[in-house]
């Protein structure tokens, strides 16, 4: 008995945000395998071994899964068998008990965007069970062409460099990009035009739709020394402040992490490759070798599932051990 | 005559901040010669030395020894690598004295420059 109150956490942030405290564990167990399930504005934690006694809460009118960071083509040491993992997260969202509705892939499809390495993912892809992806580019894929190969073979419905919105089960979903024009010093940029087209996409929505944003690079500001976070993002989330739930998924970080911040949960998914040092804990934010039986426990999938009248989506992160 | 030993005394200080095991001696002795040449390593997310000041006429030599690609790109424009991967290297010759600041275009907070006097 008590080792299940230690289990578990129930948080309230009505007013502005996550208890610290709270937060800071969630983050702590994410590392090792924890998930974070965030629904009616209160944020409850498990750890991973409990996980089945969470199946039937997740439930709701649409559940989708987001992978990120599969940077196929990389073969360091801090995972030779990038293709493995991703097949490994493939079985994983096969296995689910709420089969998703469609995958959300984050960006760092490839390691160096070699067309190989693009049809390496596509190939694999092909064995979900959900057969619809949505892309957004990370820097790694549009390296070279400022992301014209991207484009060619993801963006055909996109906007500008590959932004785009659709909607599911009254859910509006948004992809934008970030990944392009860096300037020196600089984060992750939106940039003038995809600002103004998100601005007029979400004008004639009703308040109470709920809103999906996902990019690359965090849209909320993690750790700038490191570049993690987005310089005009503040403008994007101006346009969602009259939403009642809105979500923001990100990769890029190769960690999983989550914020609240009013109205919005900001969440970032684990890679399918390889983990990445938390913010500051490490001299720069190369990849980060652990040993090789507990790679597994530092990468994952996330699933996330809309229940109709929740304030917010419940986010659960799985690792792929 | 003065000028010249200490732009390469300054070549040499450069090469010994990026730790590189040439001796001193041996490259002021070729460096009458040949053309200068000098290099920054890439690691851990940083370019080493962050500053390399340098003669008119060096080439200097970029080597990413990250297991993660990176650029270098000019912010002015005047020169722009292509992607390096691990151990990929990128050279250009300043043939202009000036400031050239430069950064990686994956990684923008990584950022550079080279003084050519």
Redesign the interface.
């Known amino acids: 008995m008590s080792e299940k109150i230690k289990d578990e956490l129930l948080i309230d942030h009505n007013h502005d945000g996550i208890d610290r405290r709270g937060f800071l564990k969630c983050m702590a167990w994410a590392g090792t395998g924890a998930l974070c399930v965030m629904q009616g504005g209160v944020l409850k934690s498990y750890s991973l071994s409990r996980m089945s006694e969470l199946g039937p809460k997740a439930e709701g009118e649409l559940s989708f899964v987001q992978i990120s960071d599969s940077h196929m083509g990389f073969n360091k040491a801090a995972n030779p068998d990038v293709v493995g993992t991703l097949k490994a997260a493939i079985d994983k969202i096969n296995g689910l008990a709420m089969p998703p509705e469609f995958i959300l892939h984050t960006g760092d499809i490839s390691h160096l965007s070699k067309p190989e390495e693009f049809d390496t993912v596509d190939q694999i892809l092909k064995s979900a069970s959900a057969k619809d992806v949505f892309f957004v580019p990370g820097e790694h894929d549009v390296l070279g062409d400022d992301g014209q190969q991207y484009l060619e073979r993801y963006g055909k419905n996109a906007k500008g460099a590959g932004w785009y919105s659709f909607d599911k089960k009254g859910v509006h979903f948004i992809g934008l990009v970030n990944v392009l024009n860096l300037k020196a010093g600089g984060l992750g940029t939106l940039g003038h035009e995809q600002l103004e087209w998100m601005e007029n996409d979400v004008k004639h929505l009703k308040h109470s739709t709920p809103i999906v944003v996902f990019a690359h690079i965090p849209l909320w500001t993690v750790y700038p020394e490191w570049g993690w976070g987005t310089e005009d993002s503040a403008q994007a989330l101006a346009y969602l402040k009259r939403f009642g739930s809105v979500t923001v998924l990100n990769g890029h970080i190769h960690q999983t992490m989550q914020k609240v911040e009013g109205n919005v949960t900001f969440h970032t998914a684990a890679s399918t490759a390889f983990p990445q040092p938390a913010p500051g804990k490490a001299d720069s934010p190369g990849p980060m070798k652990v040993p090789a039986e507990q790679l597994k426990s530092v990468l994952g999938v996330t699933d996330v599932s809309y229940v109709r009248g929740q304030h917010a989506l419940a986010v659960v992160d799985s690792s792929l051990a | 005559m003065r000028s010249v030993s200490n732009a390469v005394l300054l070549v040499a200080l450069g090469l010994g901040i990026a730790g590189l095991g040439a001796g001193a001696g041996n490259f002021t002795a070729s460096a009458q010669q040949k053309p200068e040449t000098a290099e920054v390593k890439i690691d ?3 370019f080493g030395p962050g500053t390399l000041t340098v003669p008119v006429g060096t080439t200097i030599t970029w080597t990413n020894r ?4 990176h650029t270098v790109v000019s ?1 002015e424009g005047v020169f722009k690598s ?2 390096l ?2 151990d990929e290297k990128f050279s250009f010759t300043f043939s202009k004295a000036g400031s050239y ?3 990686c ?5 990584m ?1 550079g420059k080279v003084v050519v006097q």
């Not at chain 2, 275009?105 to 907070?109: E, F, G, L, V, Y």
């Open positions: 851990n997310f940083s990250d297991d993660i690609p912010t292509k992607v991967d691990t600041p430069y950064f275009s994956i990684h923008p907070k950022t």
